[in-house]
């Protein structure tokens, strides 16, 4: 990953290179996302990719007095920022202390949770609250690992901020020139590889979830499990 530790230096002398990772990372992120989103509302009849929509129902959970179903989403809201924190924990403690290779812990983690989804042989089967919370935890660390290793540039689920920031980018693209405008182009493309591979997932998902159900779940630990492999290698 292109960590702040040892990022400056490497992006200035490789620019294009660097960039080339952001691209991969932008489609792959995104494309493991897009195909969770659905897969995730198929099986458990909720967004596993963001926790906007919950608080909403946490609301009207609490209004109406139903505490163990507000508590229950509560559980997901907090799976979502556990995985955010033990992604940025990891990236953090490895600079800190040196220790290479650490921040692939987390992927490990999120490769190893959709695997267990994906063992699943019947949607019945899946608690109707653990399940979703593991989800938004492994989504929380892919939310987190994107966006530390692009300085938050990208967003592997978050389309709504996604968008709205491309159309920031394109207003700023007609009043600049010169390298600020290669910069924004730069980023705006990004943006564009994001939307399209998170769109790209969720087509898959639907195409493949009638058939493979929970084991649709594989495609993302694969995806996962390959952004391991490629770390390890180029590090």
């Not at 910069?183 to 493309?189: G, K, N, P, S, Y």
Request: with cysteine.
């Amino acid at each position: 990953m292109l960590f702040k530790s040892y990022t400056d230096s490497w992006t200035k002398k490789v620019p294009r290179k660097a960039f080339s990772i952001k691209k991969l990372y932008a489609f792959v992120y995104p494309f493991s996302s897009g195909i969770v989103i659905y897969a995730g509302l198929m099986t458990f009849s909720v967004v596993v990719t963001n926790v906007t929509g919950l608080l909403p129902q946490i609301a009207q959970d609490l209004y109406e007095g139903k505490l163990n179903t507000a508590g229950s989403i509560f559980l997901w809201l907090f799976a979502f920022f556990l995985g955010g924190f033990f992604a940025g924990w990891c990236v953090e403690r490895e600079k800190l202390r040196k220790w290479r290779y650490l921040h692939l812990l987390p992927l490990f983690v999120v490769m190893t949770l959709f695997m267990l989804v994906g063992m699943s042989d019947h949607i019945n089967g899946l608690h109707p609250v653990t399940f979703p919370a593991m989800v938004l935890f492994s989504i929380g660390i892919q939310n987190a690992m994107v966006s530390l290793t692009t300085s938050s540039l990208i967003k592997a689920s978050q389309m709504t901020g996604v968008v709205n920031e491309l159309g920031v980018d394109i207003a700023e693209i007609f009043h600049s020139e010169g390298e600020k405008r290669r910069l924004i182009q730069r980023e705006a493309l990004l943006r564009v590889i994001v939307m399209c591979s998170f769109l790209l997932g969720a087509m898959f998902s639907v195409a493949v979830f009638p058939t493979l159900h929970t084991k649709v779940f594989y495609f993302p630990a694969g995806i996962i499990a390959a952004v391991i492999v490629h770390d390890i290698i180029r590090f």
